[in-house]
């Protein structure tokens, strides 16, 4: 049986909207979670260069006004979180994730955007790297379980304690308890009358699951696409990328700096 490291690394952004490509980030946060409880955090507010619109601050609280009164400059902020994520990537300490596709995608564009070394390089360059997603992970343990998948649903339904959803700090703290908990879970008892998979995700390399998410999300994209197709969009398109989507080959080429 493989045991579970003490320590694990959380993060999280609220942003200006949900284009990866466009939108910018309004807060971020890091946290470390040691046997299970937050032992520090850093956070950081970002006056992203552009409005903040009135639903993404319906979302995250957080107003264009704020941002520009309190917010560090989008250089400096992405190049501290790009930073965070190469110590734990670098480090081998699991970094955790919620939808990892969305904010390591946010923030690889950011890099590439402030001439700071992107995302794509850093895990290319993490010899020992270990990316979590909770998303990820529950619907390969436990496909066909009804309802949402939102940390809000997933932290209900392990048992995690959610203060205050989308703020940064409670959301990447929430995601890496319950990932804590998919793996420890080696059979959930009230999923009697549906088929699960624990056994694919308990006691498993973290190495080796890492890598293994790649293969199961992109099969689960797929699906996704599939079902849209047959029953709203029939040109509906689902990246399967992770933990990470690939920049536009047309994007503008900068120079990187660590």
Not at 110 to 128: F, G, L, Q
Not at 191 to 209: C, I, K, M, P, Q
Not at 217 to 227: E, I, R
């Amino acid at each position: 049986m493989i045991q579970i490291p003490d320590t694990f690394i959380g993060f999280d952004l609220e942003t200006t909207g949900v284009d990866v490509e466009t939108d910018r980030i309004v807060t971020g946060a890091w946290v470390e979670v040691l046997h299970g409880s937050l032992r520090r955090s850093r956070k950081w507010l970002v006056d992203p260069g552009i409005p903040i619109p009135a639903e993404a601050t319906r979302v995250h609280k957080i107003t264009t006004e704020m941002a520009q009164a309190e917010g560090m400059n989008p250089i400096r902020a992405t190049a501290q979180l790009a930073g965070r994520i190469w110590s734990a990537l670098s480090e081998g300490v699991p970094l955790v994730i919620m939808n990892a596709p969305y904010d390591l995608t946010l923030l690889d564009r950011e890099c590439r955007r402030h001439d700071v070394t992107p995302i794509t390089e850093m895990i290319a360059s993490a010899k020992d790297a270990v990316i979590l997603d909770p998303y990820v992970l529950d619907r390969r343990v436990d496909p066909f379980r009804p309802g949402k998948r939102q940390l809000e649903a997933l932290a209900g339904y392990y048992g995690v304690t959610l203060n205050g959803a989308h703020e940064a700090g409670a959301d990447a703290l929430a995601a890496v308890q319950v990932t804590q908990q998919i793996l420890r879970t080696a059979e959930d008892e009230r999923a009697f009358s549906r088929s699960t998979y624990h056994h694919e995700v308990h006691g498993r390399d973290l190495g080796e699951l890492y890598q293994q998410q790649k293969l199961w999300f992109a099969a689960q994209s797929a699906g996704y696409q599939d079902w849209l197709r047959r029953t709203k969009n029939p040109k509906a398109v689902i990246n399967g990328s992770w933990p990470v989507i690939p920049a536009p080959e047309n994007a503008p080429k900068v120079a990187h700096v660590a």
